[in-house]
């Protein structure tokens, strides 16, 4: 009897007690001031992809300067480092061998013509005779024969001599284009024009505009075309895609002020390094580019429809799972779990999780969870360029 007493009581005592907590949490709630928190709104907008590249700089024509003779070299007849023009004299090549050689060619030349003119001779005198037959058909066949090889002797010498006056005029080497030349690679007195001994002399570049190189692995390649073929474009060649966005961060960081255009592809991947050679022309009008620099390459290589976009420091990670605080209309927070898609700058890009439009908590992340009340002030984030590594 007593227990069931004792229980009774106990019922009673808790039914007292309940409503005097509930009315203790309440108030305590409504002492509890809301959090100060700073936001941003995000905003849904097309958002284009970019990625970079370490890339070469090329002339957009290097051509090699080369010894077609064998030979010492007499003189150098530029400054290195120094602009030319198309048939500016570059080097001399001693020419006295070439010279002998081209006065032998003409001395047999001579000789032929001399053979030639006798056989012309043999040949008038032949024809009147045979007519009278007082020579036979065939001496006279045989003096068309000689006539006949005599031409062709001469055909063959005069070719000779145009020959030994080509290998001649090779000791003289002229600029092909106009452009810069860089240092010579052999001085006066060097056998020139057989190895161990320099082959290549110089190179003279065209830098009116430029070439960057840089290599596409697969996968980007992969990302370029399905970029180009939602953009109507099949080729990033051939002028079809001058309107992509490519820019050429130089070695000191700046940015170059003018937009490179691709204009060649390779045509497979390289099975060895799995990637694939890509060339971007930059217009170099004031010289600032020389060939041998390097520079990153920024690309455009996809853009993102009604992309949306947030400081990362509103990113939280809870153990692997990434979380944003979305301010209410009412002030509450709350907590959206959110997939994220590429770094852009000091951004990152929510490709699930917010539509734009939303308040996320930018400052304060520590202070707030699933439910608080907060007051929140709005703040405008800039887009700070990140250089990748």
Request: charged fraction near 25%; include cysteine.
């Amino acid at each position: 009897m007593k227990i069931k007493f004792s229980v009774l009581l106990l019922v009673l005592m808790l039914l007292v007690s309940t409503p005097a907590c509930k009315k203790a949490d309440q108030k305590n709630a409504k002492a509890i001031p809301p959090v100060s928190v700073s936001v941003y709104k995000t905003l849904a907008q097309d958002v284009p992809i970019y990625q970079i590249f370490v890339g070469q700089i090329y002339g957009v024509k290097d051509i090699a300067i080369r010894a077609r003779v064998e030979g010492f070299l007499k003189g150098v007849h530029f400054k290195e480092g120094s602009a030319v023009k198309a048939g500016d004299l570059l080097y001399t090549i001693e020419s006295q061998p070439f010279e002998a050689q081209v006065a032998s060619m003409k001395g047999l030349l001579a000789e032929a013509e001399t053979r030639k003119v006798k056989a012309k001779r043999d040949l008038d005198r032949y024809r009147p005779l045979a007519k009278m037959n007082a020579v036979s058909q065939s001496d006279l066949d045989g003096a068309v024969a000689a006539y006949d090889a005599a031409k062709a002797g001469v055909t063959a010498a005069q070719a000779n001599v145009r020959a030994a006056q080509i290998q001649m005029g090779y000791t003289k080497v002229y600029s092909p284009i106009d452009g810069i030349i860089g240092k010579t690679k052999a001085k006066v007195g060097d056998f020139v024009g057989r190895d161990p001994n320099p082959v290549i002399l110089n190179t003279v570049s065209n830098t009116k505009s430029v070439l960057a190189e840089f290599f596409l692995t697969e996968s980007e390649y992969l990302g370029v075309a399905r970029h180009l073929k939602a953009s109507g474009r099949e080729e990033i060649d051939r002028g079809k895609s001058s309107n992509i966005d490519i820019q050429l961060i130089l070695a000191d960081g700046s940015v170059y002020p003018h937009k490179g255009s691709p204009n060649f592809m390779d045509r497979q991947i390289d099975p060895t390094t799995g990637a694939i050679l890509v060339q971007v022309s930059f217009p170099n009008p004031d010289g600032l580019l020389r060939p041998g620099q390097f520079g990153k390459i920024k690309a455009m290589i996809a853009s993102v429809k009604d992309g949306v976009l947030v400081p990362q420091r509103c990113i939280t990670d809870l153990q692997g799972l990434k979380k944003v605080f979305v301010v209410g209309g009412d002030g509450v927070v709350k907590e959206q779990d959110v997939t994220l898609g590429p770094d852009i700058d000091n951004f990152v890009l929510i490709k699930k999780g917010l539509s734009g439009g939303e308040f996320v908590v930018y400052e304060g992340l520590q202070k707030v969870a699933d439910g608080t009340k907060v007051t929140a002030e709005e703040v405008k984030v800039d887009r700070i360029a990140q250089e990748d590594a």
